[in-house]
């Protein structure tokens, strides 16, 4: 539960959790964790769009824990 409540690193280049910039297809990309396991959520021209397909997974899979 600690770890979902994890903030984002001070040297995150998107400054969004679980978003990441894939410099090969100038994309921004979307993952989360849950259970030990790493889920892809797509790729995106924009990074709103990337946030938004985190926070929803997010929900959707910790729920109260989310952040």
Do not use: P
Request: hydrophobic share 35%.
């Amino acid at each position: 539960e600690n770890v979902l409540n994890s903030i984002v690193s001070k040297n995150s280049r998107t400054k969004v959790k679980g978003v990441f910039f894939d410099k090969a297809r100038n994309k921004y990309k979307a993952q989360i964790s849950f259970d030990k396991k790493l889920y892809f959520l797509g790729r995106f021209e924009k990074i709103e769009d990337a946030s938004k397909a985190y926070k929803e997974a997010a929900e959707r899979l910790h729920g109260e824990f989310r952040r």
